[in-house]
Structure formats: structure tokens, C-alpha cells
């Protein structure tokens, strides 16, 4: 049984970053593709990024491209959102998903992803 455990979550000021973590338990990271999503107040989940398998694939949602950098460290059993330049429009809460394999090698897709972490919260607010 996998397990995600969302970490890195708060309040910070507009232009201000933070680094959301999420730790997996249960399996190695390594046999897992991951990903990001969200859901801001009132709205549907939303993919934000995701990494495949080796970690030599990336994409991110469009709004987020170039603010946001998402990473692995198959050693810590974590992968990493690295968020900067946040904004009002980046609040929401923050969910750590993974599904196991290489096809595709990345989904921005929430029905391909088989487990989920329990979110963090993120508040972007001055």
C-alpha cells in the first residue's frame, strides 16, 4: 500500500515562495510517475505538474510554467514542489499523487493517477 504525505504548506505573501513536499511510504518512489494538483476554493481540481518515472520528464500547467519547478529525490523517497513568484490565484489546496509505471510517461490526467496524499493548504494573501 503507497502512501503520500503532503508537507510544506502556509500563509505567504504575494511574490513570496514555498516548498511543498510529499513523502511516499509503502514502495519505492522510483517505479512511480508523480504529480501535482489543486483545488482552489469552489473550483475542480487542476493539474499543476508532474514528473515521470526517471525524473527526465516534466510538464506543468501553463500558469505555472516558470515559477513552479517540480522535482525527485529517489533517496528521500520525496518529490518536491518548488513554488515562486506565488500569487493570489495559486491559493488552493495542494494534493501529491502517483501512479505506478512509465505509460504515460507523464499524465496530467487525475483518473490515471492511483493514490493521492491528503493536501496542504496554500494561502497566498498579503
Known amino acids: 500500500q503507497v502512501q503520500l504525505v503532503e508537507s510544506g504548506g502556509g500563509l505567504v505573501q504575494p511574490g513570496g515562495s514555498l516548498r511543498l513536499s510529499c513523502a511516499v511510504s509503502?514502495?519505492?518512489?522510483?517505479?512511480?510517475?508523480m504529480g501535482w494538483f489543486r483545488r482552489a476554493p469552489g473550483q475542480e481540481r487542476e493539474f499543476v505538474a508532474a514528473?515521470?518515472?526517471?525524473?527526465?520528464?516534466?510538464e506543468y500547467k501553463n500558469l505555472v510554467r516558470g515559477r513552479f519547478t517540480i522535482s525527485r529525490d529517489s533517496a528521500k523517497n520525496t518529490v518536491n514542489l518548488q513554488m515562486n513568484a506565488l500569487n493570489a490565484e495559486d491559493t488552493a489546496i495542494y494534493y501529491c499523487?502517483?501512479?505506478?509505471?512509465?505509460?504515460?510517461?507523464?499524465?496530467?490526467?487525475?483518473?490515471?493517477?492511483?493514490?493521492w496524499g491528503q493536501g496542504t493548504q496554500v494561502t497566498v494573501s498579503s
Open positions: 499523487a502517483a501512479y505506478f509505471g512509465t505509460i504515460p510517461r507523464v499524465s496530467q490526467d487525475p483518473l490515471r493517477y492511483e493514490y
Open positions: 509503502g514502495r519505492t518512489i522510483a517505479t512511480y510517475a
Open positions: 514528473i515521470s518515472q526517471s525524473g527526465d520528464t516534466t
